[in-house]
């Protein structure tokens, strides 16, 4: 009778709100090259609503070690943007850029990165960023609390007619998702 009582009593506790099972919404399997060539950055992102609540949790690999870097505690958001045409990687110097909607801004800081003497050797973001007009930005913290340097994002690209371009981490570098 007991072990009724308490498997009962389990199954009730893990089937309460409190542990309610996660939803994974987005994932990013990404390799970062860095400018000497010296590390290897694998990252694995995932994007999970938990308890009505988005949220961003990593792993990386570097040179081949695994460091888990859990980010459960940091919440994350979802944002959808249509994107204009004729971006380039003079978009962030131009009048415009203050006026652009957060997706735009994300656009013209890709093309600006990937086009850069300093970093476009080893940041790319693995599509054709001239054809985007749609994006869906997973972005890791608060918008409101990023730092001058942005914040990193997971970025889901569409071209005019919905057609899906694939997806890239940006942030302060870039690089593809591979899946």
Request: proline share 3%; charged share 25%; glycine share 8%.
């Amino acid at each position: 009778m007991k072990i009724c009582l308490t498997i009962a009593s389990t199954l009730a506790l893990l089937t309460s709100p409190a542990f309610a099972a996660e939803k994974i919404v987005k994932t990013c399997e990404a390799e970062l090259r860095t400018p000497d060539s010296r590390s290897n950055v694998s990252l694995s992102i995932q994007f999970v609503i938990e308890n009505g609540k988005l949220y961003s949790r990593s792993m990386e690999l570097i040179n081949g070690f695994s460091r888990r870097r859990d980010m459960l505690s940091e919440p994350a958001e979802m944002s959808e943007y249509e994107v204009r045409e004729g971006l380039s990687s003079r978009s962030m110097e131009s009048p415009e850029f203050q006026g652009m909607n957060e997706g735009e801004k994300i656009m013209a800081h890709a093309f600006y990165v990937s086009a850069h003497p300093n970093t476009r050797d080893f940041s790319n973001a693995g599509l054709d960023l001239a054809a985007v007009r749609f994006v869906r930005v997973y972005g890791m913290g608060f918008q409101s609390e990023q730092n001058n340097m942005g914040r990193s994002a997971v970025v889901e690209a569409k071209d005019a007619r919905g057609n899906d371009l694939g997806s890239f981490l940006g942030g302060f570098f870039l690089a593809p998702c591979k899946n």
